[in-house]
């Protein structure tokens, strides 16, 4: 597609229930990346896919947080047992193989968790 | 890993002054540093990057220096403008080739007023 594409992009989910995030990355960018932004902060490193491998998965916070990728295509952030702590935006991005130039992000799911 | 140190987190200015704000990174490996802009509400945008092989790099208004030796990176933007007034993160990545990572400052709220 065009850009970089988000969904849902917003969610409210009750404490305790798992949530499925989408990102779509940009055609052919064979990396993607996960980020965080809590409310007024900066963004916090989750993860990022090579194709459909994660040589760096060291920002995710806990085992409730996992992501996966199809191939250089969609990928999706599972947060299980949600927790107030997880209400944020959730930014995706994307880039071609050989390098981090040229970040574009998608425009975010908004999580609240209640 | 990286870490990526910004000031100041608020700064205030009117319009037609100059604005600056500064980062600081700890990886002397690092050589690709870009500037995001990201207004209430929206995606982070990149709007300049400069990479470690020059020290400095302008585009109309705005430009971004690189001191190396010292491990800091600058964006100034002159003749402010109130529609400047946003949230800017400054990065930093080691790009060897591959897609990897960008640790990102706790960005600097920019206010321009008439």
């Known amino acids: 597609g065009a850009g970089v594409s988000q969904s849902p992009s917003n969610k409210v989910t009750e404490k305790g229930k798992d949530v499925e995030l989408r990102c779509d990355p940009i055609?052919?960018?064979?990396?993607l990346y996960w980020y965080r932004q809590r409310l007024g902060q900066g963004l916090e490193f989750l993860i990022y896919?090579?194709?459909?491998?994660?040589?760096?998965k060291s920002g995710l916070p806990s085992d409730r947080f996992s992501a996966e990728r199809t191939g250089e295509s969609v990928s999706t952030l599972t947060i299980q047992r949600t927790q107030q702590e997880d209400s944020a935006v959730y930014l995706c991005?994307?880039?071609?193989?050989?390098?981090?130039?040229?970040?574009?992000f998608g425009s975010g799911t908004r999580l609240t968790v209640v | 890993g990286e870490n990526v140190e910004q000031h100041p987190s608020t700064l205030s200015v009117q319009e037609g002054d100059s604005a600056v704000i500064k980062c600081t990174y700890s990886?002397?490996?690092?050589?690709?540093f870009p500037w995001y802009k990201q207004e209430l509400g929206k995606r982070p945008q990149l709007i300049i990057d400069?990479?470690?092989?020059?020290g400095e790099k302008k585009d109309q208004r705005i430009a971004v220096t690189l001191n190396k030796t010292a491990k800091h990176f600058s964006l100034h933007i002159t003749e402010t403008q109130p529609e400047d007034s946003a949230v800017y993160f400054c990065?930093?990545?080691?790009?060897?080739?591959?897609?990897?990572?960008?640790?990102f400052g706790t960005g600097t709220r920019l206010q321009v007023t008439l």
């Open positions: 990886d002397s490996a690092s050589n690709y």
């Open positions: 991005a994307s880039t071609p193989a050989s390098a981090v130039y040229g970040y574009t």
């Open positions: 990065a930093a990545s080691r790009n060897t080739g591959t897609a990897s990572k960008l640790t």
């Open positions: 896919f090579q194709g459909n491998s994660a040589p760096d």
């Open positions: 055609s052919g960018h064979t990396a």
């Open positions: 400069i990479r470690s092989n020059v």
